[in-house]
Structure formats: structure tokens, C-alpha cells
């Protein structure tokens, strides 16, 4: 069904006439050219997806797009302010947390998400809350020292 | 020496003896000096059997008007950072900055020949090539320089793209002003003189990667990044089963769907729409019959059926005589090794778009072989390769995965060609674990035999499936051979049900696991320590400089194994790199759990050009290894692949992550070699042998699950 769907997406009001059961994911990598948001397996399992919806890391792939009605989404695209990295974005360049880059946007908007809730976690539990985020690459010993220093730097 | 061409040639009238390739490759770029370069080691190339392409030179160099320079590579950037330490190469020979480096990669049109991105090749073989482009181009610019400042050229220097008299500086010309009007090419034979590493300013310096910012704020572009006008989404039907058969396929329903376009071909069914979702919908509403062929093998049963379809055995070394060898042992030791189908699970699923205009094809691919893909693409649409352009965005990794073929791209491409439009194909998880060419499951068995004073006198070495690959004998063995029964590619491996094909340093992960075991097999039954076991009986000074430095690092202390306390060393020798690993683990009796709490990796790999990368990989290579180590074993049962996503198939996680500290053992004698895929090959005898140490159960097969781990202490 064609609904009306108005929220804020990175910090724009944004309203869209679309059927509300379609996938957050694809509404932002088709509908509105947000192709940051990757798609990696298609059934939560590995967090490729990850966005922001009212402060939580959520699985944007299996996200109906009606759900997020009158609330506020983040993407990758919407860290960037003035063109100034996020400390999160600074400390994963800094850090070389990342090689194919794939699940990096994932790997960000979740510890985003964790730093939202918890801006001192201890290293159990960025590993805690980060092992849902799957990287094929092997950088996980980098993204933990970048989500150590961004948190020390916010 | 050889003849070089050098040609100074007027804007107007290109030289005719350029071939049309050129031609067209330098009206694209414009003016500037532009250099064209041969293959770093062409012998190579032809033993590859992939030879015989009408351009033979491998790269291109060009310095721009502006003073840029742009290397144009057909290899392509997958998370190696090769699109660091290739720039770190050019500009060092070239004396300027990093920074005034650009990148093109991957291209078909603007790129020359390549056969591809795989085998820990593109520093060790491209790397010398661009070196001595990069040289002779600076030496071409001080030439050009010296007429325009009437200066020989040997009273001149460079700094970041300035040449300028040594006797004063304010005598100067930039790269840029030497380019500018001028349009020179120069085609490099033979070597010219590269820096020694004593003068190296870029290289052999740890250098932040250059593509973090794009991949940072999620600006990279990938191929399912692509967004062409008009394009549509497909989904494609594919069979229950490698070797199915379709009886029946009614696509009638999805027809009706508003917006759905069918595509039926003999071998290509598939439904598209604007929406991906739409199209997924209207695949659901395909109804099918397929025959299924018989099963014949499944995850237990493939090891004795693959032994069984081996082809003849190829031996690869002999030396002495085994009869001999087994005299003179005191203590003989048998075992069979195997291991199971890997996948390469890259994050990113093999995605292409592709579009047809005015007889061309385009199509962004994710892929390590952007060459091969064209042709395939050509062959499939009736087109010339000239025809075909192939782009390579950033790939969403590769490890193997991606170099086998082009299927997506070709499908993408009959598609657009279908349908006249623009056409994407994004695979799902379950068509990625279908299509898959996976590690192929391999067996090693091992006779060896040690003599009195503990030294290796027997090495009887067969294995199948999995080629040689770091299975060559580094250890001082007088009675040896070495079989090989199929490869991990050709012809062999269609004795497997499905598609099999290159794994990070193919076939070498499962050869390092025998071969390493059996030697603290030997070493515990000769109640010796396991490093002295092998210091003992190697005289390779590579090898030994690496075993000692991760001994020194790691605080070895010399004890027989099992010792109760789960270290677990290992050593290899892949892609002309010497590795060496020490693993601490510690073993859940109870469950069989393995949790690997430290590892510890010497490396020696020649002249390093990026310290920071050559890390990352190897950091890379030992958490990737963890997987293939402990956990990863694609399900089938015969043709059907019943892994279907990642929840049963278990990726290194953040919670699995021991320790890792790496040393990279200095040797500036040896020119660079390989850095991505040596570390990964250690991994299992590492972690093997720590949980031999900790338990006393010696786990013979890949992954060691905590299933296994329990068996084996169970059966002790």
C-alpha cells in the first residue's frame, strides 16, 4: 500500500510516497541515492546495514520503511559536518581500521550507536556490542583502538 | 642492450607507429609525458599461460600538465592498499610527494593489460615495472630539464616535482611546466636505475591509506554504488542444485506484475523492476520443477571419494630414496590431514551493472580479473573486446572469490542487452554461497621418519586437490618426494560437485597444516621442544631468522609438547615470504572449545614498502585464518549447497580476537615479496599444535570445531 511516510534523515525532514512494507535499505540505496548503507546478507546477520533510527543501531535490511515514521535516521552520510569527520570516521582513517571498506559504514553507525548509549565503554564491551558487525578483512584489533580513541576524543 | 623508442612527437601528427590502442589511450588523457612500460617479469606471465594479448607493456605513467601523476594499473584495489603502496612506488622514483599521486585502476579502457589481482603479485611483479617507469620518466624530465635550464643534467636535482640546478636553487622547472605542450612517449625496455633503499624517501615509510576518507563517510563507490537513468534491478532464477536440471519453468505469474520485465534465454530466467524488492517478489512467483541428480558426497564422505577420483600423482621434488629412509629411521609416523569446502564470504556479494550503447558494453564489476571479464563478456554477447569496457569500483573484498569468473558480469551485460536498458545484478547471500568457487576440500597423508638423534631422515608427501603450493621442503631431509593428485584448479577440479577455485594462498593453508603437525607429531614422540625440533633440522637462514625472532618476541621457553601450557608454533614459506607463528590457546575440556588468546607472527618479505599495510595484511591473514582454523566448513550434500547464510557459516568475530603483535624481519637485500596471503598460512598448524599443547588431542582435520576438539580429547 502507498503510504505517506515523513521523517528526519539526517537531520532533514524527509517525506516520501512509497509502500510502507518495503526495506529501509533499499528506500536509501534506490529511492534516495544514500548508497553508503551496504547490503551484505539480507537477514541481520551482518550489520552492513547498520543505521541509525532515534539513537539505536538498527538492521536497516529487514527495517519496513513505514516503521521509521516521525523519527530520526542516520546514515554515513550524515555524520560528516562541514566537511569535518565524526572522531569515529577521523580515528578509523587514523587507525587504518579498515581495508576493503565494506562493512566499514556498518562498522561506524554501530559503534556510533554505542557511543550515543555508552560514551566510555571498556574494551569487553565495544567487543560485545560490535560482534554482530562481521568484517571479512580482518580489521577488528584497529576498530576496536578507533572506537577507543574516538571515544577518548568526544 | 636492448633498443628503446623515444619519440618526442608534434600535437598534431602522433607518431605513426603507435598502435591504435595508444593512439586512442593518449587522446584520452591529453598532454603530458607519458610513459608505457612492459610487464614486470613477462616469463611469468607466459608460464601463467595467459600470454599472448596484443599489448604487451603493463601499465601506463603520465605526468600532467598540472604537474599530477597518474599510474594507470589493471590491478584493482580490494582492501590490500595497493592503491597506497603502488603510489609510495611511483613517487618515491619519481621524487615528488605521495600526495600528487592519482590512481586509475582496473579499467579496461584506460588501463593496459593485466591478468589480474590475486597471488600476492601486484608488489612483488607489477611493483618492479612501475619502479623503473617511474625512474625513467624522472630521468626523461631532468633531460628535458637541462636544455630548458642549460644545465647538464647531472648538475641538477629534484624535489617534489621540481628540478632545479644544484648550484642554485632559484634555477628551476616544475614536472608540470616540463609536461606542459609537450606530448612525449617513451615505451621502457629492460631496467633503468631505481633507488637503492638507502635513498628511499616514500618507500619503506608506514603510509596512512589513501583511500580511508572515501571509505570512511561511505563515498566509495562499489559496483552496486552504480545508479545509471532508468536502470533496472534483476533477480535471476537458479537451479536447487549444481547439476540440477529445469523440467519446467512458468514465469506466467510474474509476468502479470506491473513493472516486472521477464527475460527467458535458454540458461538465463530473470525477472527485473525498478524496485530490487519488486524483483525479489516477482522471483517468488516463478513456479519450477527440476531434476536432481543423485548425491553422491557430502561433507564426510568427500575425503575418501576425492582420494579415490585423484588423477595420476605429479611429483614435484624427489631426492634420496624413501627405502633408504625408512632404514635408517628409529621412529616412523603416519597421519592423513583434511580439510573441508571454504568459502570466501567477502561482505560485498559479486555485483555488476552493466549497459549497452551504440554497440559498446559497459559494466562496473566487483572483480579481481577486470581483463579475463572482458573477453568473457565479448564471448557472451557476440561483441569485440575492443567493444567491451570493464570498470572496477572499490571490490568488497576478493581472497580468491572474485578472479574465477565473470558470471555476474556477464549476466548483468546479457541483461542490459535484453532489455535495453541499464541492468543491475546484486546477488543475494544464498546465490553468493551457490556460486561460490570455494577452497576445495583436500586430503595430505604423511609418511615420516625421524633417526636416533631426532633429525628428519623420511618425508613421504602426497597431496590431493590442493596442488604444492607451501608444500616444498625447507626442512634438510635426505630421503624425500613430494606427490601431488590434482590441483585446487583445471581440469582435476571437476571431480568436485561444484565450483571450486583460488582461496587466499590456494591450496598452501591445508599443506602448512599437515606438514607442520606432523613435524610436532615427530618433535613430541622425540620429546623435544618443538622450535629446536625445527631449528634442528632446517639450515635455511630465512627460516631460522624467523622462527627465532617470533620465539624471541613471543618469550618461548623451551618445553617438550604437550606442556599444559597451548603454545603452538608453525612455519611456512609462501609467496617467496618466510612466516613464522607462535599460537596460545586455551582449550574448555568439557565443550572443546579453542579460544586463541595470543598469536604472535615474524615475517621476512625482502624490502617492505609499506610497513603500515604489509601489518595490516598480516593482521588480516591471522584473524581471517582463525575461520578457516576453527570454524569455517561449507555444508553440501552432493550439488546442493545447504549453507545459505552467515548464520551457518561462522566468520572470525570481535569476540574471537587474541592478541596479535607482528615483526617484520628486516631484509633490504631481497627485493619486495609477497605480503597478502603468507601470514594466513600458518594459522591452522599454529593453533593445531597450541591445542596438542594444552590437551594432548591432536585434531587431524580442518576446522578444528569444538565438536572435533572434544572427540579427540575424548579418544586420547
Known amino acids: ?154 | 642492450m636492448k633498443q628503446r623508442q623515444y619519440k618526442v612527437m608534434d600535437q598534431h601528427r602522433p607518431g605513426n607507429t603507435l598502435s591504435l590502442g595508444r593512439r586512442d589511450f593518449i587522446k584520452l588523457v591529453g598532454g603530458g609525458i607519458v610513459v608505457l612500460f612492459h610487464a614486470g617479469d613477462t616469463a611469468f606471465l607466459e608460464a601463467q599461460g595467459r600470454g599472448g594479448y596484443p599489448t604487451d607493456f603493463n601499465a601506463y605513467l603520465r605526468i600532467g600538465e598540472d604537474g599530477r601523476v597518474t599510474v594507470y594499473t589493471g590491478k584493482v584495489e580490494l582492501g590490500q592498499d595497493v592503491v597506497t603502496s603502488l603510489a609510495q612506488m611511483a613517487a618515491d622514483e619519481l621524487d615528488v610527494s605521495l600526495e600528487s599521486i592519482d590512481m586509475v585502476m582496473g579499467d579496461t579502457d584506460l588501463c593496459p593489460y593485466d591478468m589480474g589481482t590475486f597471488g600476492s603479485m601486484s608488489i612483488r611483479f607489477f611493483g618492479p615495472a612501475l619502479r623503473s617507469a617511474a625512474a625513467e620518466a624522472r630521468a626523461t624530465l631532468v633531460q628535458l630539464a637541462a636544455a630548458r635550464l642549460s644545465t647538464p643534467a647531472d648538475r641538477l636535482s629534484v624535489e617534489d616535482g621540481v628540478v632545479f640546478a644544484a648550484s642554485d636553487k632559484s634555477r628551476r622547472v616544475t614536472y608540470g611546466q616540463l609536461a606542459k605542450g609537450r606530448k612525449i612517449t617513451r615505451t621502457l625496455e629492460g631496467k633503468a636505475a631505481t633507488k637503492p633503499v638507502s635513498r628511499f624517501a616514500v618507500m619503506g615509510k608506514p603510509a596512512k591509506r589513501r583511500d580511508a576518507r572515501l571509505k570512511v563517510t561511505g563515498r566509495a563507490q562499489y559496483a552496486g554504488d552504480i545508479r545509471l537513468p532508468g536502470m533496472l534491478y534483476a533477480r535471476i532464477l537458479r537451479p536447487p542444485a549444481h547439476g540440477a536440471t529445469a523440467k519446467q519453468i512458468d514465469t506466467s505469474g510474474a509476468e502479470k506484475i506491473p513493472g516486472v520485465t521477464v527475460v527467458r534465454e535458454e540458461d538465463l530466467v530473470a525477472v527485473l523492476h525498478t524496485d530490487p524488492e519488486a524483483a525479489e517478489k516477482a522471483l517468488e512467483t516463478i513456479k519450477t520443477e527440476f531434476d536432481l541428480p543423485k548425491a553422491a558426497v557430502d561433507e564426510e564422505t568427500v575425503f575418501d571419494y576425492l582420494v579415490k577420483a585423484a588423477p595420476p600423482a605429479q611429483e614435484t621434488e624427489r631426492k634420496g630414496d624413501l627405502a633408504q629412509g625408512e632404514k635408517t629411521a628409529a621412529d616412523v609416523f603416519e597421519a592423513r590431514y583434511v580439510n573441508g569446502y571454504g568459502a570466501h564470504a567477502t561482505i560485498e556479494t559479486h555485483t555488476a551493472a552493466a549497459k549497452v550503447e551504440g554497440g559498446r558494453v559497459t559494466v562496473w564489476t566487483s572483480t579481481q580479473t577486470p581483463f579475463p571479464n572482458r573477453q568473457e563478456v565479448a564471448q557472451a554477447l557476440g561483441f569485440a573486446p575492443e567493444n567491451v569496457h570493464i570498470i572496477t569500483p572499490f571490490v568488497g573484498g576478493g581472497f580468491g572469490g572474485k578472479s574465477s569468473s565473470g558470471r555476474q558480469a556477464v549476466e548483468a551485460a546479457r541483461l542490459a542487452k535484453a532489455v535495453g536498458k541499464p541492468v543491475q545484478v546484486c546477488w543475494s547471500r544464498a546465490e553468493e554461497f551457490f556460486y561460490d568457487t570455494f577452497r576445495p576440500a583436500a586430503v595430505v597423508t604423511i609418511k615420516s621418519g625421524i633417526d636416533s638423534a631426532a633429525r628428519i631422515c623420511l618425508w613421504d608427501y602426497r597431496v590431493y586437490f590442493a596442488g604444492s603450493r607451501s608444500a616444498e621442503q625447507f626442512y634438510d631431509v635426505a630421503n624425500n618426494l613430494i606427490r601431488v593428485y590434482g590441483q585446487w584448479r583445471g581440469e582435476t577440479t571437476k571431480a568436485h560437485p561444484f565450483g571450486v577455485g583460488p582461496w587466499r594462498a590456494p591450496g598452501a593453508n591445508i599443506n602448512v597444516f599437515a606438514r607442520e603437525s606432523q613435524i610436532d607429531i615427530m618433535a613430541a614422540k622425540a620429546k623435544a621442544d618443538p622450535l629446536e625440533f625445527r631449528l634442528n633440522n632446517t639450515s635455511d637462514k630465512r627460516m631460522r631468522s624467523v622462527l627465532q625472532a617470533v620465539a624471541d618476541r613471543f618469550g618461548w621457553k623451551k618445553a617438550p609438547a604437550p606442556s599444559g601450557r597451548g603454545y603452538g608454533i608453525a612455519c611456512a614459506i609462501d609467496a617467496g615470504t618466510y612466516v613464522a607463528q607462535i599460537a596460545e590457546a586455551s582449550v574448555d575440556k568439557s565443550s572443546g572449545s579453542a579460544k586463541i588468546k595470543r598469536i604472535v607472527c615474524a615475517q621476512e618479505m625482502g624490502i617492505v614498502i609499506n610497513p603500515e599495510g604489509a601489518q595490516m595484511q598480516i593482521e588480516g591473514c591471522i584473524t581471517m585464518g582463525l575461520g578457516y582454523t576453527l570454524a569455517e566448513d561449507v555444508r553440501f550434500k552432493g550439488g546442493q549447497i545447504l549453507t545459505k547464510n552467515f548464520d551457518d557459516y561462522d566468520v572470525p568475530r570481535f569476540s574471537w580476537l587474541p592478541e596479535i603483535e607482528t615483526i617484520l624481519v628486516k631484509n633490504d637485500e631481497l627485493t619486495p615479496q609477497g605480503g597478502g596471503e603468507p601470514a594466513i598460512v600458518p594459522v591452522g598448524a599454529a593453533v593445531a599444535n597450541a591445542i596438542f599443547d594444552a590437551t594432548g588431542a591432536r585434531l587431524f582435520r580442518m576446522p578444528m570445531t569444538p565438536e572435533r576438539v572434544r572427540q579427540s580429547i575424548r579418544s586420547i
Open chain 1, 1 to 154: 500500500m502507498i503510504e505517506t511516510i515523513r521523517f528526519r534523515l539526517n537531520g532533514k525532514p524527509t517525506t516520501l510516497r512509497i509502500e510502507g512494507d518495503r526495506k529501509l535499505l533499499w528506500v536509501l540505496r534506490t529511492d534516495l541515492g544514500l548508497t553508503g548503507t551496504k547490503f551484505g546478507c539480507g537477514e541481520n546477520l551482518c550489520g552492513a546495514c547498520t543505521v541509525i533510527v532515534d539513537r539505536e543501531p538498527v538492521r536497516s535490511c529487514q527495517l519496513p520503511v513505514n516503521e521509521v515514521r516521525g523519527k530520526e535516521v542516520i546514515t554515513i552520510e550524515g555524520l560528516e559536518k562541514d566537511g569535518k569527520l565524526h572522531p569515529l570516521q577521523e580515528k578509523f582513517a587514523e587507525h587504518g581500521a579498515l581495508q576493503c571498506g565494506f562493512c566499514t559504514p556498518g562498522m561506524i553507525m554501530n559503534a556510533y550507536g554505542l557511543l550515543l548509549k555508552n560514551p566510555k565503554p571498556t574494551r569487553d564491551q565495544i567487543i560485545s556490542a560490535m560482534d554482530d558487525n562481521l568484517c571479512r578483512c580482518g580489521c577488528h584489533k584497529r576498530i576496536i583502538r578507533a572506537i577507543e580513541g574516538a571515544s577518548a576524543q568526544m
